[in-house]
């Protein structure tokens, strides 16, 4: 077994395919706007249509969630498909996401879903304010969500989101979720991996800064372990109950010492693109390995290591390259603002050289567009004292 | 600048595609065999012939040293290749290279030019035997060489080489090194780029060892400074002199404190491959920026490493995954003794820990494949003590 079909064709399949290629894995893509299978690494050579590529695989897996369930439909027949269409699914909609949260009895934020003007009136009722209203179906990276913190919002934002909750009774419903905001100390993830034969295996918990809702930083250095074991508890009952196979991100509100859910998804994840320097066998890497049934790889973190994400640029100083410890990962994507256009990884021998290699590097990168990372920098550095 | 055409797709091409494609680097290899410019990762899909991927490209390298002259002409006629032909000339010729080592007074072993039958006997009446002998042009691991130790071997040694010899006038010269045979303590190599602004960086020196000819394992461990400075010093010497442009690799016999050259290899190299693990920015990545003109990468090692070969196998158990700290490079080659299959990298906390793991891979990986794994590994762990 050695050929994967990955549904998408973005940056995770390319970089699942630079970590698949030295394991002589053939890993393609299904490029879901064209409907063509492609190189993950050269989109112009093509290889026929979806199922000829279902045809030619042993494994298929996804890249994101939202794929059409006609496409999930037809990978899942064929018996190839790892994850399941249902742990994909999960991560494309809030509401099935919450009711798997609470069916593990899994610590999240307090929650209700609305489907109609009577509900929405019911949760600003039940929850306290702030709450933050979430489009089950489409919001990523701060996309289609609702902020109220006083009540003399509520009339504007129920005006703007009433499309979407009342598409909720047509062929693809959407719906929200109202959530308590959680006035959590910071955001961390969980990505690990989930083998065919059960082999589980997590990386280091990541604390994760967003700016405008999109992750700018993350930043992978010694956690507790009483985080980690919270962390890894979850992620083992989310997995076990789906049998869940590949890797899965799991987002956090880290309150006082305890870990609410926030967000899950059934994928490789942006913030666990500092595995590729800071590990021996990185996220993508493992997502082939568990899928594929080979052995899992170490996951343990070698060094601090920081994940910078370039958004809406095409180019950094030249500088950047000289500073020892940093990788540059540029996804090939025409510029666009606001796009994710590639990573910076930057490892260190200690946190504090992580901070000073962190610090250079923001008066070396444009402030505009990275407009956190001097703040960012000054705050990691200010907390190691 | 970041297209690249590499003369050459082999296993060393396809790596320098994988090390440069994150830096969106665009680079394509040149197949000396089909006379076609092909993906390094997928030689399937071709882009015309060598005149179209010249002019399709900002820089043009190689990735061996044994191309053919009229190529490396017309490469050369585009302003576009680098190093020059010169430099890689020299690493398909001992003739040329024995004469830069004495140009720049490097220290070499005592050797002759055999072009005759009376050259052949002066060099026996000159050089102390044992007496090794090797092609000009054409070997390389371990081919093309006769070993004299006793004066009895030498008619059938002369009857077998005279072929050679004799082509020496004919268009293709080939001609004979005779070589006084080092009594060395071991083999070391020093890998390293220079870039188009003279920058250099070199990464610690490798110790090599090889397995009837072949290099079998390379250890990349802390190294003395007198060591390392007497290699960068040669290095430095020779590129300087070529006004060479890339990484370039030089193979030194050690006797004593001293380094003798044995050989020069105008590209990157099979003891560098542990960089790909063992250092922030491997010499794949360092010999596009090189030639690109981009900053070189950190050269130091991170961490104890070693590199070991995977000669005429197909697979390894599966378990060696399991190991941490284990990477494979496959090289999607098809199955033939002794041919260059792959290797696996094995980075390690610490030299002891190294030596424990070797230990482990030398009990699971096949003692028919891996021959002298097993002895190397011993005597690196009885040297720890």
Request: include cysteine; aromatic fraction near 6%.
């Amino acid at each position: 077994m050695n050929k994967v079909l990955v549904l998408g064709a973005g940056q995770l399949a390319r970089m699942m395919d630079l970590a698949g290629t030295p394991l002589n894995l053939d890993v393609k893509a299904f490029d879901v706007r064209s409907n063509k299978v492609v190189h993950p690494l050269a989109n112009e050579h093509t290889y026929g249509d979806l199922q000829t590529g279902i045809d030619n695989c042993d494994v298929i897996t996804a890249e994101f969630e939202h794929i059409a369930h006609d496409v999930l439909a037809v990978c899942e027949a064929s018996g190839k498909l790892l994850p399941s269409s249902d742990a994909i699914k999960i991560g494309g909609d809030r509401r099935l996401e919450k009711a798997l949260l609470e069916s593990c009895q899994v610590a999240n934020a307090k929650h209700k879903i609305i489907d109609s003007r009577a509900d929405f009136d019911a949760a600003i009722a039940d929850l306290q304010l702030p709450i933050i209203f979430k489009s089950a179906l489409e919001g990523y990276d701060g996309k289609g969500q609702w902020r109220l913190k006083s009540m003399d919002q509520a009339a504007a934002i129920w005006a703007d989101m009433q499309d979407f909750v009342e598409q909720a009774n047509t062929s693809v419903p959407q719906g929200i979720i109202a959530e308590q905001m959680v006035p959590f100390e910071r955001e961390v993830s969980i990505v690990g991996a989930r083998s065919r034969n059960g082999e589980i295996a997590v990386y280091p918990i990541t604390e994760n800064h967003h700016t405008n809702g999109v992750l700018s930083v993350s930043l992978a250095v010694a956690s507790t372990n009483a985080l980690q074991e919270q962390a890894l508890e979850v992620f083992t009952k989310l997995t076990e109950k789906l049998d869940y196979v590949g890797v899965l991100a799991i987002e956090f509100f880290q309150v006082g010492e305890q870990l609410l859910v926030n967000e899950i998804a059934p994928r490789v994840h942006n913030s666990g693109h500092w595995t590729q320097q800071g590990s021996d066998c990185c996220q993508f890497e493992n997502h082939l390995r568990a899928t594929l049934g080979l052995p899992l790889g170490n996951t343990e973190l070698i060094r601090p290591t920081a994940m910078i994400n370039i958004l809406g640029e095409d180019s950094v100083p030249e500088q950047v390259l000289s500073i020892p410890g940093v990788a540059m990962h540029w996804y090939n994507k025409s510029k666009r603002a606001g796009r994710k256009m590639g990573h910076i990884n930057v490892c260190a021998n200690s946190e504090q050289q992580l901070a000073e290699k962190l610090q250079l590097l923001a008066s070396i990168l444009e402030p505009n567009a990275f407009e956190d990372l001097q703040d960012f920098a000054d705050r990691f550095q200010a907390r190691l004292g």
